[in-house]
């Protein structure tokens, strides 16, 4: 997956700074997204798997996408074709998401609670992570009554586990010690 990523991300560079430019950040996101989602349709996979001239996998893809693309994307569709690089249009599509959140000075946060949280503690929560990460927050809730109290907050290479399970088991680990 990594090498994936490795040879996606020129691509996604390339787009993102060209829409900087172009100031059409929402645009080629949409873009990238709707591409990425033709890419992934098996009856595409014939014709991105290298056997077909990329001449008419360019007219394909573009036609499949029809008004979702400008002459700009048609532009990137067909340098992915040439290349024969149109399944790396997921991994570019995802960093560019990337690169815009980045962009922007937000970060996205998982929140696994034990209970559903209410407006204030979720206003509350988002401050303090704001404040310690430096960026606008997003948070992406969801619930997990195993936790039986806490949370586990997930935002980039960054997990904070408050749950009642993880000091249970710490405490565990302490006294078979």
Not at 57 to 62: A, G, R
Request: hydrophobic share 45%.
């Amino acid at each position: 997956m990594s090498e994936l990523t490795t040879v996606a991300r020129p691509y996604a560079i390339a787009a993102f700074n060209f829409a900087v430019e172009k100031s059409a950040i929402d645009d080629w996101q949409a873009m990238l997204a709707f591409a990425a989602e033709v890419s992934m349709n098996d009856n595409m996979h014939h014709y991105m798997s290298g056997a077909v001239a990329s001449g008419l996998v360019t007219d394909v893809f573009t036609k499949v996408c029809g008004e979702q693309l400008n002459e700009h994307g048609k532009n990137l569709i067909k340098v992915l074709a040439e290349n024969n690089r149109l399944t790396l249009l997921p991994e570019i599509s995802t960093l560019y998401n990337e690169l815009k959140i980045e962009s922007e000075k937000q970060i996205n946060v998982d929140v696994l609670s034990a209970a559903i949280l209410s407006d204030a503690q979720l206003t509350k929560l988002s401050a303090a992570l704001e404040k310690r990460f430096d960026r606008k927050v997003q948070l992406n809730c969801s619930v997990d009554p195993t936790l039986i109290a806490g949370m586990i907050i997930k935002a980039g290479d960054t997990v904070i586990d408050g749950s009642v399970n993880s000091q249970l088991n710490r405490l565990n680990d302490a006294l078979q010690a």
